[in-house]
């Protein structure tokens, strides 16, 4: 079955999502896990140390401006789920401005961190999240949580949950109370304009978290 973007709308709306087994292989595998990891908006924890991390490193916070360096970051690792079909139909829901990516760049502009994933109705599905210097990837996530929230985003879906992402406030659902959580995420909806500017334009470094 060839992946489309209406497949993935509607798989995701369902509650399943799509791997392969590594770059190389052309087979989709289908999963929607008996417990499933999500991070709560209001729940997000930002560590002291992840506060430190901002105020020495200089950073710079920006969503959608290089969708295609963060997909491409986020899959250059030696053992990955995201082969070139599900990299082909991300970048055609970012085309059709439904997939997004935050990047953080250092203060000479390259990447340092990033993430990208999937918005439907008031619901969050991140699907990858990639470090290139330390605290990269969590950088990148306090930015999109603070822009989910600005928009009223309900739901945070990370498929399964990590010691890394319990650290930071993710929590585990049985399958029907996810379920239900996304269909009431998908019906209340979110300002996504709001979620996915491409910069704070009041804040020195772009960022909407403080």
Known sequence: ??????????????????MAESADDPEIH????RLRGVLPPDGFHVSRSLR?????????????????????????????????EIAG?????????????????????ALAGGLYGLALGGAFFAESMVSLVTD????????????LRRGGFSLVDTQYMTPHLQSLGGIEMPRH????????????GADHSAAFAPVH???TDGAFWS
């Open 89 to 109: 139909v991300f970048r055609a829901l970012h085309a059709r401005g439904m997939a997004h990516s935050i990047e953080v760049r250092d203060e000479a502009g």
């Open 136 to 147: 990269g990837s969590k950088l990148a996530l306090a930015e999109l949580i603070a822009r």
């Open 52 to 84: 430190r991390s901002r105020r020495r490193g200089g950073f710079r916070f920006s969503c959608d401006t290089d969708f295609d360096g963060v997909l491409a970051a986020c899959a250059d690792r030696p053992v990955t789920w995201i082969n070139d």
């Open 177 to 188: 109370r996810y379920r239900a959580a996304l269909q009431a995420a998908l019906e209340a």
């Open 201 to 203: 334009p009041a804040a």
């Open 30 to 33: 289908w999963f929607e896990p």
């Open 1 to 18: 079955m060839r992946l489309t973007p209406e497949l993935i709308v509607r798989a995701y709306a369902g509650g399943v999502f799509p």
